[in-house]
Protein backbone atom coordinates (compact mmCIF):
# COMPACT_ATOMS: atom_id res chain seq x y z
CA UNK A 1 0.00 0.00 0.00
CA UNK A 2 2.83 2.42 0.86
CA UNK A 3 3.97 2.12 -2.51
CA UNK A 4 0.75 2.39 -3.92
CA UNK A 5 0.61 5.38 -1.99
CA UNK A 6 3.43 7.08 -3.31
CA UNK A 7 2.35 5.92 -6.85
CA UNK A 8 -0.69 8.10 -6.67
CA UNK A 9 1.10 11.12 -5.12
CA UNK A 10 0.79 14.28 -7.43
CA UNK A 11 -2.90 14.64 -9.18
CA UNK A 12 -4.43 12.19 -7.55
CA UNK A 13 -3.39 12.09 -3.82
CA UNK A 14 -3.76 16.10 -4.17
CA UNK A 15 -6.82 16.26 -5.31
CA UNK A 16 -8.42 13.74 -3.69
CA UNK A 17 -11.95 13.01 -5.06
CA UNK A 18 -12.27 16.48 -6.62
CA UNK A 19 -10.90 17.78 -9.56
CA UNK A 20 -9.23 21.18 -9.46
CA UNK A 21 -11.94 21.38 -6.18
CA UNK A 22 -14.90 20.28 -8.58
CA UNK A 23 -16.45 16.74 -6.96
CA UNK A 24 -16.54 14.25 -9.04
CA UNK A 25 -19.92 13.72 -7.95
CA UNK A 26 -21.07 17.02 -9.08
CA UNK A 27 -19.12 15.92 -12.65
CA UNK A 28 -21.33 12.89 -12.42
CA UNK A 29 -24.73 14.25 -11.88
CA UNK A 30 -23.49 16.95 -15.00
CA UNK A 31 -22.43 15.00 -17.65
CA UNK A 32 -23.38 11.64 -16.47
CA UNK A 33 -21.35 8.19 -17.10
CA UNK A 34 -19.36 6.75 -18.25
CA UNK A 35 -17.64 9.74 -18.39
CA UNK A 36 -13.50 10.96 -19.00
CA UNK A 37 -12.43 13.90 -17.03
CA UNK A 38 -9.32 15.84 -17.90
CA UNK A 39 -7.26 18.08 -15.78
CA UNK A 40 -5.99 20.56 -17.82
CA UNK A 41 -3.76 21.93 -14.55
CA UNK A 42 -2.10 18.42 -14.96
CA UNK A 43 -1.47 18.47 -18.64
CA UNK A 44 0.30 21.85 -18.23
CA UNK A 45 2.52 20.67 -15.40
CA UNK A 46 3.13 17.29 -17.16
CA UNK A 47 4.13 19.56 -20.31
CA UNK A 48 6.19 22.53 -17.81
CA UNK A 49 7.85 19.83 -15.95
CA UNK A 50 10.20 18.22 -19.31
CA UNK A 51 9.98 21.81 -21.13
CA UNK A 52 11.45 24.05 -18.50
CA UNK A 53 14.16 21.73 -18.21
CA UNK A 54 14.71 20.26 -22.01
CA UNK A 55 17.32 21.92 -24.21
CA UNK A 56 15.23 24.81 -26.03
CA UNK A 57 16.80 23.22 -29.12
CA UNK A 58 14.30 20.16 -28.54
CA UNK A 59 10.97 21.08 -29.79
CA UNK A 60 7.86 19.13 -28.20
CA UNK A 61 5.71 17.44 -30.62
CA UNK A 62 2.40 15.96 -29.35
CA UNK A 63 1.18 12.27 -30.70
CA UNK A 64 -2.62 13.30 -31.27
CA UNK A 65 -3.02 9.21 -32.00
CA UNK A 66 -2.68 9.49 -27.18
CA UNK A 67 -5.47 11.41 -26.99
CA UNK A 68 -6.91 13.15 -30.32
CA UNK A 69 -9.85 15.70 -28.63
CA UNK A 70 -9.61 18.81 -30.18
CA UNK A 71 -9.58 20.92 -26.84
CA UNK A 72 -6.82 18.83 -25.67
CA UNK A 73 -4.85 19.18 -28.55
CA UNK A 74 -5.40 23.04 -28.38
CA UNK A 75 -4.24 23.06 -24.93
CA UNK A 76 -0.89 21.49 -25.98
CA UNK A 77 -0.53 23.92 -28.54
CA UNK A 78 -1.64 26.82 -26.26
CA UNK A 79 1.48 25.35 -24.27
CA UNK A 80 4.08 25.25 -26.86
CA UNK A 81 3.45 22.22 -28.32
CA UNK A 82 3.49 20.91 -32.08
CA UNK A 83 1.69 18.13 -33.03
CA UNK A 84 2.37 14.52 -34.95
CA UNK A 85 -0.71 13.59 -36.68
CA UNK A 86 -1.33 9.66 -38.72
CA UNK A 87 -4.99 10.71 -40.31
CA UNK A 88 -7.22 13.20 -42.48
CA UNK A 89 -9.51 13.42 -39.42
CA UNK A 90 -6.37 14.09 -37.17
CA UNK A 91 -5.31 16.96 -40.01
CA UNK A 92 -8.55 18.21 -39.55
CA UNK A 93 -8.42 17.90 -35.67
CA UNK A 94 -4.85 20.08 -35.01
CA UNK A 95 -6.08 22.85 -38.17
CA UNK A 96 -9.35 23.65 -36.25
CA UNK A 97 -6.78 23.71 -32.63
CA UNK A 98 -5.07 26.24 -34.31
CA UNK A 99 -1.65 24.27 -34.69
CA UNK A 100 -0.10 25.71 -37.86
CA UNK A 101 0.48 23.82 -40.49
CA UNK A 102 4.49 23.93 -40.74
CA UNK A 103 4.43 22.85 -36.84
CA UNK A 104 2.99 19.79 -38.04
CA UNK A 105 4.51 16.36 -38.70
CA UNK A 106 2.82 13.61 -40.20
CA UNK A 107 3.43 10.37 -39.75
CA UNK A 108 2.39 6.38 -39.94
CA UNK A 109 3.00 3.61 -42.42
CA UNK A 110 0.01 3.14 -44.92
CA UNK A 111 -0.78 7.17 -46.30
CA UNK A 112 -3.04 7.46 -49.00
CA UNK A 113 -2.50 9.95 -52.00
CA UNK A 114 -5.60 11.82 -50.58
CA UNK A 115 -3.66 12.05 -47.00
CA UNK A 116 -0.18 13.31 -48.69
CA UNK A 117 -2.33 15.62 -51.25
CA UNK A 118 -3.81 16.95 -48.33
CA UNK A 119 -0.37 17.35 -46.19
CA UNK A 120 1.19 18.75 -49.02
CA UNK A 121 -1.36 21.41 -50.06
CA UNK A 122 -1.54 22.99 -46.42
CA UNK A 123 2.28 23.03 -46.26
CA UNK A 124 3.02 20.39 -43.26
CA UNK A 125 6.45 20.79 -41.62
CA UNK A 126 7.25 17.41 -42.96
CA UNK A 127 5.97 13.78 -44.31
CA UNK A 128 7.47 11.47 -42.44
CA UNK A 129 8.16 8.76 -44.70
CA UNK A 130 8.19 5.20 -44.05
CA UNK A 131 8.38 3.12 -47.36
CA UNK A 132 10.61 3.47 -50.73
CA UNK A 133 6.98 2.77 -52.69
CA UNK A 134 5.25 5.74 -50.06
CA UNK A 135 8.58 7.77 -51.54
CA UNK A 136 7.89 7.28 -55.03
CA UNK A 137 4.14 8.38 -54.20
CA UNK A 138 4.80 11.43 -52.18
CA UNK A 139 6.93 12.45 -55.13
CA UNK A 140 4.55 11.70 -58.07
CA UNK A 141 2.28 13.79 -55.82
CA UNK A 142 3.91 16.52 -55.15
CA UNK A 143 4.98 16.70 -58.99
CA UNK A 144 1.78 16.61 -60.12
CA UNK A 145 0.49 19.92 -57.55
CA UNK A 146 3.95 21.68 -58.56
CA UNK A 147 5.68 21.67 -55.12
CA UNK A 148 8.55 20.53 -52.97
CA UNK A 149 7.67 17.98 -50.67
CA UNK A 150 9.53 17.97 -47.49
CA UNK A 151 10.22 14.48 -45.90
CA UNK A 152 11.64 13.24 -43.50
CA UNK A 153 12.91 9.67 -43.19
CA UNK A 154 12.10 6.91 -40.93
CA UNK A 155 14.48 4.91 -40.35
CA UNK A 156 14.25 1.07 -38.65
CA UNK A 157 17.29 1.20 -36.99
CA UNK A 158 19.72 -2.10 -37.47
CA UNK A 159 20.05 -2.18 -33.65
CA UNK A 160 17.32 -2.91 -30.86
CA UNK A 161 16.88 -1.26 -27.63
CA UNK A 162 15.81 -2.71 -23.80
CA UNK A 163 12.37 -1.39 -21.86
CA UNK A 164 10.37 -0.40 -23.84
CA UNK A 165 6.97 -2.37 -23.47
CA UNK A 166 6.77 -2.36 -27.05
CA UNK A 167 10.76 -2.84 -29.25
CA UNK A 168 10.19 -1.13 -32.44
CA UNK A 169 14.37 -1.02 -33.94
CA UNK A 170 16.51 -4.13 -34.82
CA UNK A 171 13.13 -6.14 -36.00
CA UNK A 172 11.27 -6.86 -39.16
CA UNK A 173 8.77 -4.28 -39.05
CA UNK A 174 6.10 -2.19 -41.33
CA UNK A 175 7.78 0.81 -39.95
CA UNK A 176 10.16 3.06 -41.42
CA UNK A 177 12.81 1.82 -43.90
CA UNK A 178 15.76 -0.46 -43.18
CA UNK A 179 19.03 1.37 -42.36
CA UNK A 180 20.72 -0.89 -44.13
CA UNK A 181 18.46 -0.51 -47.58
CA UNK A 182 19.26 3.37 -46.47
CA UNK A 183 22.84 2.67 -46.39
CA UNK A 184 23.27 0.52 -49.45
CA UNK A 185 20.62 3.12 -51.66
CA UNK A 186 22.41 5.79 -53.91
CA UNK A 187 20.26 8.30 -55.94
CA UNK A 188 17.86 8.44 -53.39
CA UNK A 189 17.05 12.19 -53.77
CA UNK A 190 18.63 12.05 -57.38
CA UNK A 191 15.25 9.68 -58.23
CA UNK A 192 12.75 11.99 -56.39
CA UNK A 193 13.27 15.40 -58.12
CA UNK A 194 9.85 16.74 -56.03
CA UNK A 195 10.94 15.74 -52.63
CA UNK A 196 13.38 17.41 -50.75
CA UNK A 197 14.71 14.88 -47.74
CA UNK A 198 15.56 16.96 -44.54
CA UNK A 199 15.34 14.96 -41.67
CA UNK A 200 15.75 11.32 -40.19
CA UNK A 201 13.13 10.02 -37.73
CA UNK A 202 13.15 7.12 -35.43
CA UNK A 203 10.93 5.82 -32.98
CA UNK A 204 12.34 2.87 -30.39
CA UNK A 205 9.16 1.91 -28.42
CA UNK A 206 6.71 3.34 -25.81
CA UNK A 207 6.41 3.25 -22.26
CA UNK A 208 10.18 3.59 -21.76
CA UNK A 209 10.38 4.43 -18.16
CA UNK A 210 14.33 4.44 -17.42
CA UNK A 211 15.99 7.74 -18.15
CA UNK A 212 19.01 5.89 -18.64
CA UNK A 213 17.50 3.76 -22.00
CA UNK A 214 15.84 7.26 -22.92
CA UNK A 215 19.62 8.77 -22.97
CA UNK A 216 20.83 6.24 -24.80
CA UNK A 217 18.45 5.66 -27.42
CA UNK A 218 18.46 9.58 -28.35
CA UNK A 219 22.37 9.16 -28.34
CA UNK A 220 22.17 6.05 -30.95
CA UNK A 221 19.52 7.97 -32.60
CA UNK A 222 21.60 11.28 -33.53
CA UNK A 223 24.39 9.19 -34.39
CA UNK A 224 22.39 7.22 -36.63
CA UNK A 225 20.80 10.48 -38.16
CA UNK A 226 24.12 11.63 -38.97
CA UNK A 227 25.31 8.27 -40.88
CA UNK A 228 22.20 8.53 -43.17
CA UNK A 229 22.10 11.97 -44.51
CA UNK A 230 26.10 11.73 -44.71
CA UNK A 231 25.42 8.65 -46.76
CA UNK A 232 21.91 9.54 -48.80
CA UNK A 233 23.61 12.99 -48.80
CA UNK A 234 21.14 15.53 -47.65
CA UNK A 235 21.76 18.69 -45.24
CA UNK A 236 19.97 17.59 -42.00
CA UNK A 237 17.31 19.93 -41.44
CA UNK A 238 15.46 17.88 -38.93
CA UNK A 239 16.46 15.24 -36.17
CA UNK A 240 13.01 13.19 -34.63
CA UNK A 241 14.05 11.68 -31.84
CA UNK A 242 11.19 9.40 -31.05
CA UNK A 243 10.23 9.20 -27.40
CA UNK A 244 8.00 7.34 -26.05
CA UNK A 245 8.55 8.24 -22.47
CA UNK A 246 6.07 6.31 -20.20
CA UNK A 247 4.06 7.24 -16.93
CA UNK A 248 3.39 4.76 -14.38
CA UNK A 249 0.82 2.92 -14.07
CA UNK A 250 1.34 -0.65 -11.97
CA UNK A 251 2.61 -1.44 -8.54
CA UNK A 252 6.27 -1.39 -8.72
CA UNK A 253 7.03 1.05 -11.28
CA UNK A 254 7.73 4.69 -10.63
CA UNK A 255 7.24 8.13 -12.82
CA UNK A 256 10.39 9.06 -14.40
CA UNK A 257 12.67 11.76 -13.19
CA UNK A 258 12.43 14.51 -15.24
CA UNK A 259 15.62 16.32 -14.19
CA UNK A 260 17.63 12.63 -14.41
CA UNK A 261 16.31 12.65 -18.13
CA UNK A 262 17.07 16.07 -18.90
CA UNK A 263 20.41 15.93 -17.39
CA UNK A 264 21.23 13.12 -19.95
CA UNK A 265 19.56 14.29 -23.17
CA UNK A 266 20.89 18.06 -22.60
CA UNK A 267 24.25 17.49 -23.05
CA UNK A 268 23.31 15.29 -26.29
CA UNK A 269 21.31 17.92 -27.93
CA UNK A 270 23.95 20.67 -27.05
CA UNK A 271 26.82 18.57 -28.91
CA UNK A 272 24.30 17.83 -31.75
CA UNK A 273 23.60 21.78 -32.01
CA UNK A 274 27.07 22.86 -31.61
CA UNK A 275 28.29 19.96 -34.89
CA UNK A 276 24.53 20.94 -36.76
CA UNK A 277 23.14 24.52 -35.92
CA UNK A 278 20.04 25.40 -36.96
CA UNK A 279 19.09 21.75 -37.50
CA UNK A 280 15.46 20.92 -35.34
CA UNK A 281 15.52 18.68 -32.89
CA UNK A 282 12.01 16.39 -32.58
CA UNK A 283 10.66 14.63 -29.57
CA UNK A 284 7.20 13.41 -30.14
CA UNK A 285 5.33 12.75 -26.66
CA UNK A 286 1.77 11.17 -26.70
CA UNK A 287 1.03 8.89 -22.86
CA UNK A 288 3.61 11.44 -21.30
CA UNK A 289 2.01 14.54 -21.69
CA UNK A 290 -1.96 13.04 -21.68
CA UNK A 291 -1.84 10.17 -19.26
CA UNK A 292 -1.87 11.68 -15.92
CA UNK A 293 -4.62 14.02 -16.84
CA UNK A 294 -7.21 11.90 -17.19
CA UNK A 295 -10.07 10.29 -14.87
CA UNK A 296 -12.48 7.40 -16.41
CA UNK A 297 -15.43 7.32 -14.10
CA UNK A 298 -18.22 4.51 -13.96
CA UNK A 299 -20.88 4.13 -11.98
CA UNK A 300 -21.29 0.87 -10.46
CA UNK A 301 -24.69 -0.58 -11.65
CA UNK A 302 -24.52 -4.06 -9.71
CA UNK A 303 -22.56 -6.07 -7.26
CA UNK A 304 -22.81 -9.60 -6.88
CA UNK A 305 -20.74 -12.40 -6.15
CA UNK A 306 -19.86 -15.57 -8.04
CA UNK A 307 -17.79 -18.79 -6.26
CA UNK A 308 -16.72 -16.79 -3.93
CA UNK A 309 -15.02 -14.13 -5.84
CA UNK A 310 -16.99 -10.10 -5.29
CA UNK A 311 -17.68 -8.62 -9.10
CA UNK A 312 -18.78 -4.75 -9.43
CA UNK A 313 -20.74 -4.66 -12.64
CA UNK A 314 -20.36 -1.10 -13.81
CA UNK A 315 -21.58 1.21 -16.97
CA UNK A 316 -18.76 1.22 -18.67
CA UNK A 317 -15.14 -1.07 -19.07
CA UNK A 318 -13.12 -1.88 -21.86
CA UNK A 319 -15.43 -0.77 -24.33
CA UNK A 320 -13.91 3.14 -22.84
CA UNK A 321 -10.47 1.55 -21.95
CA UNK A 322 -9.20 -1.02 -23.33
CA UNK A 323 -5.84 -0.38 -22.05
CA UNK A 324 -6.57 -0.94 -18.59
CA UNK A 325 -6.48 -4.73 -19.54
CA UNK A 326 -3.27 -4.57 -19.33
CA UNK A 327 -0.27 -3.95 -21.19
CA UNK A 328 2.55 -6.07 -22.42
CA UNK A 329 1.84 -8.33 -19.77
CA UNK A 330 0.42 -11.95 -20.01
CA UNK A 331 -0.63 -11.03 -16.25
CA UNK A 332 -3.49 -8.42 -15.37
CA UNK A 333 -1.68 -5.48 -13.86
CA UNK A 334 -4.21 -3.26 -12.48
CA UNK A 335 -4.45 0.61 -13.13
CA UNK A 336 -4.94 2.81 -9.84
CA UNK A 337 -8.58 2.29 -9.47
CA UNK A 338 -10.67 4.10 -6.58
CA UNK A 339 -14.17 4.76 -5.13
CA UNK A 340 -14.55 8.49 -6.05
CA UNK A 341 -18.47 9.32 -4.31
CA UNK A 342 -17.93 8.55 -0.83
CA UNK A 343 -15.14 7.06 1.84
CA UNK A 344 -16.14 3.34 1.82
CA UNK A 345 -15.64 0.95 4.87
CA UNK A 346 -12.30 1.15 6.00
CA UNK A 347 -12.66 -2.45 5.82
CA UNK A 348 -11.33 -3.31 2.02
CA UNK A 349 -12.00 -6.10 -0.20
CA UNK A 350 -10.88 -8.06 -3.60
CA UNK A 351 -12.98 -6.84 -6.39
CA UNK A 352 -13.41 -7.38 -10.21
CA UNK A 353 -14.58 -4.45 -11.46
CA UNK A 354 -16.63 -5.37 -15.00
CA UNK A 355 -18.21 -3.18 -17.79
CA UNK A 356 -21.60 -3.93 -19.82
CA UNK A 357 -20.19 -6.02 -22.49
CA UNK A 358 -20.81 -9.52 -22.85
CA UNK A 359 -17.66 -11.07 -22.35
CA UNK A 360 -15.27 -11.99 -19.54
CA UNK A 361 -12.41 -9.77 -20.61
CA UNK A 362 -14.70 -6.89 -20.27
CA UNK A 363 -12.67 -6.84 -16.78
CA UNK A 364 -10.69 -3.46 -16.28
CA UNK A 365 -10.06 -4.58 -12.66
CA UNK A 366 -9.35 -7.67 -11.21
CA UNK A 367 -8.72 -8.54 -7.34
CA UNK A 368 -9.02 -4.74 -7.06
CA UNK A 369 -8.07 -3.50 -3.73
CA UNK A 370 -11.50 -1.86 -2.79
CA UNK A 371 -13.90 -0.78 0.44
CA UNK A 372 -15.78 -4.34 0.71
CA UNK A 373 -19.07 -2.22 0.86
CA UNK A 374 -19.27 -1.13 -2.53
CA UNK A 375 -22.21 -0.80 -3.83
CA UNK A 376 -24.99 -0.06 -6.61
CA UNK A 377 -24.35 3.75 -7.23
CA UNK A 378 -21.04 4.47 -6.28
CA UNK A 379 -18.48 6.09 -8.40
CA UNK A 380 -15.44 4.21 -9.36
CA UNK A 381 -12.42 6.11 -11.20
CA UNK A 382 -9.57 4.99 -12.83
CA UNK A 383 -6.29 7.31 -12.80
CA UNK A 384 -3.78 7.97 -15.29
CA UNK A 385 -6.54 7.55 -18.20
CA UNK A 386 -5.92 10.39 -20.44
CA UNK A 387 -4.18 8.31 -23.12
CA UNK A 388 -4.87 5.81 -25.18
CA UNK A 389 -8.67 5.59 -23.73
CA UNK A 390 -11.55 5.91 -25.96
CA UNK A 391 -9.53 6.25 -29.02
CA UNK A 392 -8.13 3.41 -28.59
CA UNK A 393 -10.48 0.76 -27.33
CA UNK A 394 -13.62 -0.90 -29.24
CA UNK A 395 -16.60 1.96 -28.54
CA UNK A 396 -18.37 0.51 -30.66
CA UNK A 397 -18.87 -3.04 -29.34
CA UNK A 398 -22.42 -4.36 -28.08
CA UNK A 399 -23.18 -0.32 -29.45
CA UNK A 400 -22.56 1.26 -26.98
CA UNK A 401 -20.75 4.07 -28.68
CA UNK A 402 -18.42 7.00 -27.71
CA UNK A 403 -17.97 7.64 -23.73
CA UNK A 404 -18.73 11.81 -22.27
CA UNK A 405 -15.15 13.92 -22.37
CA UNK A 406 -15.12 16.99 -19.98
CA UNK A 407 -11.90 18.67 -19.62
CA UNK A 408 -11.83 21.10 -16.32
CA UNK A 409 -9.86 24.16 -17.13
CA UNK A 410 -9.01 26.92 -14.59
CA UNK A 411 -11.84 25.65 -12.59
CA UNK A 412 -14.50 25.02 -14.88
CA UNK A 413 -15.76 21.74 -15.89
CA UNK A 414 -16.96 21.73 -19.65
CA UNK A 415 -17.91 19.24 -22.24
CA UNK A 416 -15.48 18.31 -25.02
CA UNK A 417 -16.95 15.43 -26.60
CA UNK A 418 -20.72 14.66 -25.87
CA UNK A 419 -21.16 10.70 -25.44
CA UNK A 420 -22.98 8.88 -28.79
CA UNK A 421 -26.47 9.24 -29.19
CA UNK A 422 -28.88 5.94 -31.45
CA UNK A 423 -28.18 7.91 -34.35
CA UNK A 424 -24.28 8.27 -33.98
CA UNK A 425 -24.36 4.66 -34.48
CA UNK A 426 -27.26 3.48 -36.34
CA UNK A 427 -27.23 6.73 -38.79
CA UNK A 428 -24.53 5.59 -41.14
CA UNK A 429 -26.22 2.53 -41.60
CA UNK A 430 -28.68 1.40 -44.18
CA UNK A 431 -31.71 -0.56 -43.85
CA UNK A 432 -31.60 -2.39 -47.48
CA UNK A 433 -35.10 -3.42 -48.85
CA UNK A 434 -35.44 -7.36 -47.64
CA UNK A 435 -37.52 -10.08 -49.34
C1 LIG B 1 2.51 5.89 -30.87
C2 LIG B 1 3.61 6.73 -31.37
C3 LIG B 1 4.02 7.86 -30.64
C4 LIG B 1 3.45 8.21 -29.30
O1 LIG B 1 3.86 7.25 -28.39
P1 LIG B 1 3.76 7.48 -26.80
O2 LIG B 1 4.36 6.26 -26.23
O3 LIG B 1 2.33 7.64 -26.48
O4 LIG B 1 4.53 8.72 -26.49
C5 LIG B 1 5.02 8.63 -31.16
N1 LIG B 1 5.60 8.32 -32.35
C6 LIG B 1 5.23 7.24 -33.06
C7 LIG B 1 5.91 6.95 -34.33
C8 LIG B 1 4.23 6.41 -32.61
O5 LIG B 1 3.88 5.34 -33.31
Redesign the pocket.
Known amino acids: MTEEHERREGHEGREGHAVQGIPVETLAREFGTPVYVYDAAVISEQFHALRDRLHPAVEIFY?L??NPNVSVCALLHRLGARA?ISSLVELATVMTAGVPADQTLF?GPGKSEAEIEACLKVGILALICESIEELALIDRTAGRLGVTARVVL?VNPSFSVKGSGLTMGGKPRQ?GIDEELLLSSTSLAAAHPSVRLTGV?A?LG??FLSEETIVANTARILELAERIAAHVGFALELVDV?????VAYFAGERDLDVELLTDGVNPLAEDFSARHPGTRLVM?????LVARSGLYVTSVRYVKESMGERFAVADGGTNHHLTAVGIGSPVKRNFPMRLLNRKGAAESARWNVTGPLCTPNDTIGRGVELPADLRAGDLLGVDRSG??GPTASPVFFLSHGYPAEVMVHRGKAQLIRRRDAVDDLLGPQTLIPLR
Open positions: SKAELRFQYTRGGGLGELGRYAY
